[in-house]
Protein backbone atom coordinates (compact mmCIF):
# COMPACT_ATOMS: atom_id res chain seq x y z
CA UNK A 1 0.00 0.00 0.00
CA UNK A 2 1.17 3.75 -1.16
CA UNK A 3 1.75 5.79 1.96
CA UNK A 4 -0.60 8.35 0.16
CA UNK A 5 -3.03 7.28 -2.15
CA UNK A 6 -4.33 10.19 -4.30
CA UNK A 7 -6.94 9.14 -7.97
CA UNK A 8 -5.27 10.71 -11.05
CA UNK A 9 -8.31 11.75 -12.62
CA UNK A 10 -8.58 13.35 -14.80
CA UNK A 11 -11.73 15.28 -12.92
CA UNK A 12 -13.51 17.34 -15.28
CA UNK A 13 -16.20 19.67 -13.85
CA UNK A 14 -18.13 22.21 -15.03
CA UNK A 15 -17.61 26.09 -14.31
CA UNK A 16 -19.50 27.16 -11.20
CA UNK A 17 -19.70 23.49 -9.44
CA UNK A 18 -17.97 22.39 -6.03
CA UNK A 19 -14.75 20.39 -6.45
CA UNK A 20 -13.77 17.68 -3.83
CA UNK A 21 -10.47 16.35 -3.53
CA UNK A 22 -9.53 13.84 -1.98
CA UNK A 23 -6.45 11.97 -0.66
CA UNK A 24 -6.31 8.71 2.17
CA UNK A 25 -2.66 8.17 3.70
CA UNK A 26 -1.61 5.49 5.41
CA UNK A 27 0.98 7.08 8.36
CA UNK A 28 -0.98 7.49 11.64
CA UNK A 29 1.94 9.72 12.44
CA UNK A 30 0.86 12.50 9.58
CA UNK A 31 0.01 15.75 11.67
CA UNK A 32 0.71 18.72 8.93
CA UNK A 33 -1.52 18.37 5.80
CA UNK A 34 -0.74 20.42 2.88
CA UNK A 35 -2.08 20.97 -0.55
CA UNK A 36 -0.12 22.06 -3.59
CA UNK A 37 -1.33 23.32 -7.22
CA UNK A 38 0.12 22.73 -10.36
CA UNK A 39 -0.06 24.03 -13.41
CA UNK A 40 1.02 22.93 -16.37
CA UNK A 41 4.83 23.67 -17.39
CA UNK A 42 4.98 25.35 -13.76
CA UNK A 43 6.33 24.19 -10.47
CA UNK A 44 3.74 23.05 -7.23
CA UNK A 45 2.85 26.13 -5.20
CA UNK A 46 1.71 26.01 -1.77
CA UNK A 47 -2.06 26.28 -1.64
CA UNK A 48 -3.02 25.26 1.38
CA UNK A 49 -1.57 23.90 4.67
CA UNK A 50 -3.35 22.77 8.11
CA UNK A 51 -1.89 21.07 11.06
CA UNK A 52 -3.90 18.24 12.70
CA UNK A 53 -7.61 17.32 12.09
CA UNK A 54 -10.23 19.85 11.35
CA UNK A 55 -11.44 22.65 8.40
CA UNK A 56 -9.51 25.70 7.31
CA UNK A 57 -10.92 27.93 4.61
CA UNK A 58 -8.85 30.52 2.56
CA UNK A 59 -11.45 32.14 0.19
CA UNK A 60 -12.83 29.40 -2.42
CA UNK A 61 -11.05 26.73 -0.68
CA UNK A 62 -11.44 24.41 1.94
CA UNK A 63 -9.35 22.07 3.40
CA UNK A 64 -10.48 19.02 5.54
CA UNK A 65 -8.67 16.49 7.66
CA UNK A 66 -10.05 14.12 9.17
CA UNK A 67 -7.15 11.89 11.07
CA UNK A 68 -9.61 9.14 12.79
CA UNK A 69 -9.95 7.57 9.06
CA UNK A 70 -6.64 9.41 7.52
CA UNK A 71 -8.71 11.21 4.67
CA UNK A 72 -7.89 14.19 3.99
CA UNK A 73 -10.12 16.58 1.40
CA UNK A 74 -9.87 19.91 -0.33
CA UNK A 75 -13.14 21.38 -1.51
CA UNK A 76 -12.95 24.68 -4.04
CA UNK A 77 -16.40 26.33 -4.50
CA UNK A 78 -17.74 28.21 -7.10
CA UNK A 79 -15.08 26.46 -9.52
CA UNK A 80 -13.41 28.50 -12.35
CA UNK A 81 -11.35 27.72 -15.64
CA UNK A 82 -8.21 29.02 -13.85
CA UNK A 83 -8.81 26.44 -10.95
CA UNK A 84 -7.60 23.34 -13.90
CA UNK A 85 -4.49 22.55 -12.64
CA UNK A 86 -2.79 18.95 -10.52
CA UNK A 87 -3.43 19.27 -7.25
CA UNK A 88 -0.91 17.64 -4.93
CA UNK A 89 -1.73 16.54 -1.54
CA UNK A 90 0.88 16.30 0.76
CA UNK A 91 0.93 14.90 4.42
CA UNK A 92 3.86 15.20 6.86
CA UNK A 93 5.11 13.59 10.18
CA UNK A 94 7.06 16.81 10.67
CA UNK A 95 8.76 20.32 9.53
CA UNK A 96 11.52 18.34 7.67
CA UNK A 97 11.36 18.25 4.05
CA UNK A 98 12.32 14.42 4.34
CA UNK A 99 9.41 14.22 6.47
CA UNK A 100 6.61 15.46 3.88
CA UNK A 101 4.96 12.42 1.31
CA UNK A 102 3.43 13.99 -1.72
CA UNK A 103 0.42 12.36 -3.50
CA UNK A 104 0.88 11.60 -7.07
CA UNK A 105 -1.82 14.62 -7.88
CA UNK A 106 -5.33 14.78 -9.46
CA UNK A 107 -5.37 16.52 -12.56
CA UNK A 108 -8.70 18.85 -12.49
CA UNK A 109 -10.18 20.59 -15.63
CA UNK A 110 -12.97 22.85 -15.41
CA UNK A 111 -14.53 23.60 -18.27
CA UNK A 112 -16.33 26.98 -19.36
CA UNK B 1 8.56 34.17 -13.50
CA UNK B 2 8.75 33.23 -9.82
CA UNK B 3 11.60 33.94 -7.20
CA UNK B 4 12.82 30.73 -8.33
CA UNK B 5 14.42 30.29 -11.58
CA UNK B 6 15.88 27.58 -13.31
CA UNK B 7 17.45 26.90 -16.71
CA UNK B 8 17.73 25.19 -18.76
CA UNK B 9 14.05 24.79 -19.37
CA UNK B 10 14.32 21.60 -21.83
CA UNK B 11 17.42 19.14 -22.06
CA UNK B 12 18.02 16.28 -23.92
CA UNK B 13 21.19 14.74 -23.23
CA UNK B 14 22.96 11.53 -24.31
CA UNK B 15 23.90 9.38 -21.95
CA UNK B 16 27.40 9.85 -21.97
CA UNK B 17 27.16 13.26 -21.75
CA UNK B 18 27.71 15.66 -19.10
CA UNK B 19 24.98 18.30 -18.40
CA UNK B 20 24.67 21.01 -15.29
CA UNK B 21 20.93 22.09 -14.21
CA UNK B 22 20.75 25.56 -12.67
CA UNK B 23 18.49 26.95 -9.91
CA UNK B 24 18.67 30.58 -8.75
CA UNK B 25 16.13 32.04 -5.80
CA UNK B 26 15.63 35.53 -5.49
CA UNK B 27 13.69 35.64 -2.20
CA UNK B 28 16.30 35.73 0.72
CA UNK B 29 16.10 32.40 1.47
CA UNK B 30 18.62 30.28 3.16
CA UNK B 31 17.33 26.09 2.06
CA UNK B 32 17.30 24.71 -1.31
CA UNK B 33 15.80 21.56 -2.56
CA UNK B 34 16.10 19.77 -5.60
CA UNK B 35 13.39 17.10 -6.32
CA UNK B 36 12.48 14.84 -9.60
CA UNK B 37 9.38 14.39 -10.92
CA UNK B 38 8.34 11.30 -13.14
CA UNK B 39 5.36 10.90 -15.15
CA UNK B 40 1.97 9.70 -12.92
CA UNK B 41 4.25 9.32 -9.85
CA UNK B 42 4.92 11.50 -6.59
CA UNK B 43 7.67 14.36 -5.92
CA UNK B 44 10.64 12.50 -4.98
CA UNK B 45 13.26 15.18 -2.76
CA UNK B 46 16.94 14.38 -3.85
CA UNK B 47 18.78 17.02 -2.03
CA UNK B 48 19.02 19.94 0.94
CA UNK B 49 20.71 22.73 1.23
CA UNK B 50 21.06 24.40 4.40
CA UNK B 51 22.84 27.36 4.39
CA UNK B 52 24.76 26.18 1.35
CA UNK B 53 25.61 23.03 3.25
CA UNK B 54 24.02 19.70 2.59
CA UNK B 55 21.85 17.90 5.14
CA UNK B 56 20.16 14.77 3.38
CA UNK B 57 20.75 12.90 0.56
CA UNK B 58 18.18 10.93 -0.32
CA UNK B 59 19.80 8.03 -1.55
CA UNK B 60 20.70 9.76 -4.71
CA UNK B 61 22.43 7.90 -7.09
CA UNK B 62 25.96 9.13 -7.78
CA UNK B 63 25.32 10.38 -11.23
CA UNK B 64 23.49 13.36 -9.84
CA UNK B 65 25.66 15.67 -7.92
CA UNK B 66 24.54 18.67 -6.38
CA UNK B 67 26.82 21.77 -5.96
CA UNK B 68 25.57 25.01 -3.70
CA UNK B 69 27.96 27.48 -3.89
CA UNK B 70 25.79 29.85 -1.53
CA UNK B 71 22.66 30.18 -0.38
CA UNK B 72 21.32 31.79 -3.83
CA UNK B 73 22.13 29.24 -6.23
CA UNK B 74 22.03 25.64 -6.19
CA UNK B 75 23.20 23.37 -9.31
CA UNK B 76 22.56 19.48 -10.04
CA UNK B 77 25.60 18.16 -12.08
CA UNK B 78 24.54 14.66 -14.45
CA UNK B 79 26.84 12.19 -15.90
CA UNK B 80 26.39 9.27 -18.07
CA UNK B 81 22.58 9.06 -16.83
CA UNK B 82 19.89 6.55 -17.78
CA UNK B 83 16.79 6.66 -19.83
CA UNK B 84 14.89 6.14 -16.64
CA UNK B 85 16.08 9.09 -15.32
CA UNK B 86 14.22 11.63 -17.94
CA UNK B 87 11.84 13.13 -16.07
CA UNK B 88 11.06 17.07 -14.37
CA UNK B 89 13.40 18.11 -11.74
CA UNK B 90 12.26 21.22 -9.40
CA UNK B 91 14.02 23.47 -7.23
CA UNK B 92 12.57 24.58 -4.12
CA UNK B 93 13.46 27.50 -1.63
CA UNK B 94 12.42 28.20 1.66
CA UNK B 95 13.25 30.06 4.26
CA UNK B 96 14.92 27.57 6.84
CA UNK B 97 14.92 24.16 6.41
CA UNK B 98 12.44 23.08 8.70
CA UNK B 99 8.99 25.20 7.92
CA UNK B 100 6.60 24.97 4.86
CA UNK B 101 5.87 27.18 2.27
CA UNK B 102 8.52 25.88 -0.64
CA UNK B 103 8.90 28.08 -3.74
CA UNK B 104 9.00 25.82 -6.91
CA UNK B 105 10.90 26.71 -9.90
CA UNK B 106 8.99 25.99 -12.82
CA UNK B 107 11.56 22.84 -13.41
CA UNK B 108 14.07 21.69 -16.18
CA UNK B 109 12.34 19.13 -18.38
CA UNK B 110 14.76 16.43 -18.82
CA UNK B 111 15.13 13.69 -21.85
CA UNK B 112 18.01 11.15 -21.41
CA UNK B 113 18.39 9.32 -24.97
Known amino acids: QKEVEQDPGPLSVPEGAIVSLNCTYSNSAFQYFMWYRQYSRKGPELLMY????GNKEDGRFTAQVDKSSKYISLFIRDSQPSDSATYLCAPSEGSSASKIIFGSGTRLSIRP | ETGVTQTPRHLVMGMTNKKSLKCEQHLGHNAMYWYKQSAKKPLELMFVYNFKEQTENNSVPSRFSPECPNSSHLFLHLHTLQPEDSALYLC????????????FGSGTRLTVV
Open chain 1, 50 to 53: TYSS
Open chain 2, 92 to 103: ASSPKAEGYGYT
